[in-house]
């Protein structure tokens, strides 16, 4: 099996191509830096190619590797034939290869183990010939088998264990096998009933079947929950004539044989007490893992997308976390992420202290300058925003207000990195805080929570967590060397997801800081402990030092082209100060007057490499999530009882899923804008209309007061 040759096949790209990334990724390059400094080797394939490739090369090795090793097990039992290595080289899943190995697996005792144990194999092979007649009699034949020591009391234990030989052959025989794993998918059924006499959000599927070729991943993992939480009985379901028909023709002779009927009886057994159990399971098996893929696509790029949400730069921002008893935490961070003041307030029930909570949320709005609030959307939150939007228009200064999602922010309060952040605030106060920072920059703030504690998916505790999590820390280290950071203030844990730094290394950085004052430039990095050239030559790119003494390194441009940067300049009669300064408008334009072959040829680099670096220049320390739609912040409230239907409102997508996209509208539960409404067209899946942060306009179809649910449109008005 050639490796290269099937991505290439199955990716549709250039075996050179493949040849050439598989190749770089074997050097332990990582996936940003591949993705970002070797584009003239790969042919510019972006990060979620390049991770995909990866994906499937490792699962390719693995598969090759466990060939490797079913070849010497079957090799070492003497029983290899040009037939089996064949078919173990033509098989395309672990599955398939798993079923040749089978027959030579080492049994633990079933029936027909003991049958053999019992001498009856010759007995199945004479019932498994089928002869026209036999002399003596099949059963005259089987009574010479009959041995008490043995345990073979009657002709009638003689056939059966003769049929338990067949039918153990039958589901042992890895063509039978796939044939009859296909048909089943085919043909079969995917079925629930209730489990329980009592009611449950599974209760759609208390009486439920659908063609399992056609089953929705939402449903599967939906089905496994309930199954999983015993509200569900599920099984699979097929019409044995339909899987059985085509076995039958290939072992049944339809010559008259006495055998026939025992060969039959061997073979319907085989089937229900062998194969149909294990069938099921696999097929279960490979549903959820295909659901499971689905579904961490759409939460990857759910994920992805809210990272990537624009920052709310240089603005003061008053963290607010509603809560009753314990009252509503508060935090006003300043323009850097400062925490600069905290206060604890009980404006909601049981204490209802309007009028001191008013006093205290002014004074800090006055003290510090404060330009938005941030609500956390947990307990409380609505009393907390009717508060907050009457006390604004009390206000003598512009202030807006934004509800932001607490999710995952009770798991980072918690956190030893919360703690070491913050020893002297409690939970609740660091929860304050990281409402208030989440808001002004999502990314640096998320990326401490464990991905799936954000709850940007659908079933995300139902899948295999292992391959979430390596999925998810994808997105983020994609997500953070994306945007690069700065390395005297970014924090230990934003720092662990640049390229080539884990989180040693990471933890040392900071430690070094702290020790010897800020990085004046990125080479000083190599002064790190645990940062050798090669993680230097993965990490440093993705890093920045906005004041240093080389301007190139408050850039994307990596260290290694530093030398074809300066020649650019040079070329058109600039310096590093006029970097520093942006004069460079005219540099796109004189690139474009010389020709980028020539340029590239007279600098030594790829023409993506020129563009690159064309692009830093002229943007030096610029963000690329400074193009995005910045949050949408408001000064009124409106309630769930305001919403009426046709009334247009605009909002922004929170979660992206399957069946639809959920909306914040500014009421306290998100509406949801089902796949069929999302827009005026057929839409395969809601990802290809709307990605979390999108600000979007949205027609109100309906509203359910007592169940709390919103239901929008965004197709235009007929």
Same mark, same amino acid.
């Given at each position: 099996?050639?490796?290269?040759?099937i991505l290439a096949?199955?990716?549709?790209?250039n075996?050179? =191509?493949?040849?050439?990334?598989?190749?770089l990724?074997?050097?332990?390059?990582?996936?940003p830096?591949?993705?970002?400094y070797?584009?003239?080797?790969?042919?510019?394939l972006?990060d979620?190619v390049l991770r995909?490739l990866?994906?499937r090369l490792?699962?390719?090795?693995?598969?090759?590797k466990r060939?490797?090793?079913v070849?010497d097990?079957?090799s070492? =039992?003497?029983?290899m034939t040009?037939e089996?290595?064949a078919?173990?080289e033509?098989?395309?899943?672990?599955?398939?290869?798993?079923?040749?190995?089978r027959p030579?697996?080492?049994?633990?005792?079933t029936?027909?183990?003991?049958a053999r144990?019992?001498?009856?194999e010759?007995?199945?092979?004479?019932?498994?010939a089928?002869?026209?007649?036999y002399?003596?009699?099949?059963?005259?034949?089987a009574?010479?088998y009959i041995?008490?020591?043995k345990?073979?009391?009657s002709?009638?234990?003689?056939l059966?264990?003769?049929r338990?030989?067949?039918?153990e052959?039958i589901s042992?025989?890895?063509?039978?096998?796939?044939?009859?794993?296909?048909?089943t998918?085919d043909?079969?059924?995917?079925?629930?009933?209730?489990?329980?006499?009592?009611?449950?959000v599974?209760?759609?599927?208390?009486?439920y079947?659908?063609?399992l070729?056609?089953?929705?991943?939402h449903?599967?993992?939906?089905l496994?929950?309930g199954e999983k939480?015993?509200f569900?009985?599920v099984?699979i379901?097929v019409d044995?004539?339909?899987?059985?028909?085509?076995?039958?023709?290939?072992l049944?002779?339809?010559n008259?044989?006495?055998?026939?009927e025992?060969?039959a009886v061997a073979?319907?057994?085989?089937?229900?007490r062998?194969?149909?159990?294990s069938?099921?399971?696999?097929?279960?098996n490979d549903?959820?893992?295909?659901?499971?893929?689905?579904?961490?696509k759409?939460?990857?790029?759910?994920?992805?997308?809210?990272l990537?949400?624009?920052p709310l730069k240089?603005k003061?921002v008053?963290?607010?976390?509603?809560?009753?008893?314990h009252?509503?935490?508060?935090?006003v961070v300043?323009?850097?992420?400062?925490?600069?003041?905290?206060?604890?307030?009980?404006?909601?029930?049981?204490?209802?202290?309007?009028?001191r909570?008013?006093?205290?949320?002014?004074?800090?709005?006055?003290?510090?300058?404060?330009?938005?609030?941030a609500?956390?959307n947990?307990?409380?939150?609505?009393?907390s925003?009717?508060?907050?939007?009457?006390?604004?228009?009390?206000?003598?200064?512009?202030?807006?207000?934004i509800?932001?999602?607490?999710?995952g922010?009770?798991?980072?309060?918690?956190?030893?990195l919360?703690?070491?952040?913050?020893p002297e605030?409690d939970?609740?106060?660091?929860s304050a805080?990281s409402i208030?920072?989440?808001?002004?920059?999502?990314?640096?703030?998320?990326i401490?929570?464990?991905?799936?504690g954000?709850?940007v998916?659908?079933y995300?505790?139902?899948m295999?967590?292992?391959r979430? #999590?390596?999925?998810?820390?994808g997105?983020?280290e994609?997500?953070?060397?994306?945007?690069?950071?700065d390395?005297?203030?970014?924090?230990?844990?934003?720092?662990?997801?640049?390229?080539?730094?884990?989180?040693?290394?990471a933890?040392?950085?900071v430690?070094?800081?702290?020790?010897?004052?800020e990085?004046?430039?990125?080479s000083?990095?190599?002064?790190?402990?645990?940062?050798?050239?090669?993680?230097?030559?993965?990490a440093a790119?993705?890093?920045r030092v906005?004041?240093?003494?080389?301007?190139?390194?408050?850039?994307?441009?990596?260290?290694e082209?530093?030398?074809?940067?300066?020649?650019?300049?040079s070329?058109?009669?600039?310096?590093?100060e006029?970097?520093r300064?942006?004069?460079?408008?005219?540099l796109?334009?004189?690139?474009?007057?010389?020709?980028?072959?020539?340029?590239?040829?007279e600098?030594?680099?790829?023409?993506?490499?020129?563009?690159?670096i064309?692009?830093?220049?002229l943007?030096?320390?610029?963000?690329i999530?400074?193009?995005?739609p910045p949050?949408?912040l408001r #000064? #009124?409230i409106?309630?769930l009882?305001?919403?009426?239907?046709?009334?247009?409102?605009?909002g922004t997508?929170?979660?992206?899923?399957?069946?639809?996209a959920?909306?914040?509208?500014?009421?306290h539960?998100?509406?949801?804008?089902?796949?069929?409404?999302?827009?005026?067209k057929?839409v395969?899946?809601p990802?290809?209309?709307?990605?979390?942060?999108?600000?979007?306009?949205v027609r109100?179809l309906s509203v359910?007061i007592?169940?709390?649910?919103?239901?929008?449109?965004?197709?235009k008005?007929?």
């Amino acid at each position: 099996m050639n490796i290269n040759e099937i991505l290439a096949k199955e990716l549709n790209l250039n075996p050179d =191509q493949v040849e050439k990334t598989v190749a770089l990724i074997d050097e332990g390059n990582t996936i940003p830096f591949i993705a970002r400094y070797r584009k003239e080797v790969t042919g510019s394939l972006d990060d979620t190619v390049l991770r995909e490739l990866n994906d499937r090369l490792t699962f390719l090795r693995n598969l090759e590797k466990r060939k490797q090793e079913v070849f010497d097990l079957i090799s070492a =039992q003497e029983k290899m034939t040009p037939e089996i290595q064949a078919a173990i080289e033509a098989a395309k899943t672990v599955t398939e290869v798993e079923d040749i190995y089978r027959p030579f697996r080492p049994h633990r005792k079933t029936r027909a183990s003991v049958a053999r144990e019992k001498g009856l194999e010759p007995l199945a092979e004479l019932l498994m010939a089928q002869e026209k007649s036999y002399e003596p009699s099949i059963e005259e034949q089987a009574a010479t088998y009959i041995d008490e020591e043995k345990g073979v009391a009657s002709v009638e234990e003689a056939l059966q264990g003769a049929r338990d030989i067949i039918a153990e052959d039958i589901s042992d025989n890895a063509e039978y096998r796939k044939e009859l794993r296909a048909l089943t998918f085919d043909y079969g059924t995917l079925s629930a009933r209730a489990a329980k006499d009592e009611d449950s959000v599974y209760a759609q599927y208390y009486d439920y079947s659908e063609a399992l070729k056609k089953v929705a991943p939402h449903r599967v993992l939906a089905l496994n929950r309930g199954e999983k939480e015993e509200f569900l009985k599920v099984d699979i379901s097929v019409d044995e004539e339909v899987v059985l028909r085509g076995l039958r023709q290939k072992l049944l002779k339809g010559n008259g044989s006495p055998a026939t009927e025992h060969v039959a009886v061997a073979l319907t057994d085989g089937y229900e007490r062998l194969i149909a159990p294990s069938i099921e399971r696999e097929i279960r098996n490979d549903i959820f893992d295909n659901a499971c893929e689905g579904a961490i696509k759409v939460f990857a790029d759910n994920l992805s997308h809210l990272l990537m949400q624009s920052p709310l730069k240089g603005k003061t921002v008053l963290g607010f976390d509603p809560g009753y008893a314990h009252g509503c935490k508060l935090a006003v961070v300043d323009r850097t992420g400062k925490v600069v003041d905290t206060a604890v307030i009980y404006p909601v029930k049981p204490r209802e202290d309007i009028v001191r909570s008013k006093a205290t949320v002014k004074r800090l709005v006055e003290r510090h300058n404060v330009d938005v609030i941030a609500i956390g959307n947990g307990t409380a939150s609505k009393e907390s925003e009717i508060f907050i939007a009457g006390l604004l228009k009390e206000l003598d200064r512009d202030v807006k207000y934004i509800v932001v999602s607490e999710a995952g922010a009770s798991i980072y309060s918690a956190s030893k990195l919360a703690a070491e952040e913050f020893p002297e605030f409690d939970v609740m106060q660091r929860s304050a805080v990281s409402i208030a920072r989440r808001l002004q920059d999502p990314l640096a703030e998320l990326i401490k929570i464990d991905p799936k504690g954000i709850g940007v998916g659908q079933y995300q505790h139902d899948m295999k967590q292992a391959r979430l #999590d390596e999925a998810l820390g994808g997105v983020v280290e994609d997500c953070v060397n994306a945007v690069g950071v700065d390395i005297n203030t970014a924090s230990y844990s934003l720092l662990s997801y640049i390229s080539g730094i884990n989180l040693a290394s990471a933890k040392n950085i900071v430690k070094y800081r702290e020790e010897n004052g800020e990085f004046s430039e990125r080479s000083q990095l190599l002064n790190v402990p645990r940062i050798g050239a090669k993680a230097y030559e993965q990490a440093a790119g993705f890093l920045r030092v906005p004041d240093g003494k080389e301007i190139f390194d408050n850039t994307g441009v990596h260290p290694e082209s530093y030398d074809a940067a300066e020649q650019l300049l040079s070329r058109f009669g600039y310096t590093k100060e006029d970097v520093r300064a942006g004069n460079l408008r005219e540099l796109g334009e004189k690139v474009k007057s010389v020709g980028s072959k020539a340029l590239c040829a007279e600098l030594g680099i790829g023409e993506p490499t020129l563009n690159d670096i064309v692009s830093e220049l002229l943007k030096p320390g610029r963000d690329i999530r400074d193009t995005l739609p910045p949050p949408v912040l408001r #000064d #009124d409230i409106l309630s769930l009882e305001d919403l009426k239907p046709d009334m247009e409102l605009t909002g922004t997508v929170r979660n992206v899923i399957d069946f639809g996209a959920f909306v914040d509208i500014g009421v306290h539960q998100d509406g949801l804008v089902h796949i069929s409404q999302l827009a005026d067209k057929f839409v395969k899946h809601p990802s290809e209309v709307v990605k979390v942060g999108d600000v979007v306009k949205v027609r109100v179809l309906s509203v359910d007061i007592p169940k709390k649910r919103i239901s929008l449109t965004m197709r235009k008005k007929s």
